[in-house]
């Protein structure tokens, strides 16, 4: 059974003059995946490639997003990600600071 979700890391270079890093990923889900609820020490943006998903954000509305259309999301923002009824492909950019894992599983005491 494949992995209901893959990331592959394309690019990852030094902001100059900074304490920050950009990872260029392509995430890949399968449908009806949630990320699970996670923060970033950084901004995401993030571009859908193919199929739907739904960028769930702790205190805002709920946003469907559709091939085509991009959304970010701000450093620290608890947030997670419903896939849809087919598999889809993100183009994600991440600018974070450098060292920090680019991910951390967010814990209902954690914040």
Not at 52 to 58: I, K, P
Not at 62 to 72: F, L, N, Q, R, Y
Not at 92 to 106: D, I, M, S
């Amino acid at each position: 059974m494949p992995e209901p979700i893959t990331r592959t890391i394309m690019e990852r270079f030094d902001v100059p003059d900074s304490g920050y890093e950009t990872v260029v990923m392509l995430v890949e889900m399968a449908p009806h995946v949630n990320s699970g609820l996670h923060t970033h020490p950084g901004f995401d943006v993030a571009y859908l490639l193919e199929g739907s998903l739904t960028v769930l954000e702790r205190g805002k509305p709920d946003k469907p997003i559709s091939a085509g259309e991009s959304w970010h999301v701000v450093p620290g923002a608890v947030h997670e990600v419903k896939v849809g009824d087919q598999t889809t492909k993100v183009l994600a950019v991440y600018v974070v600071q450098r060292g920090k894992p680019l991910a951390t599983p967010w814990q209902p005491n954690s914040n």
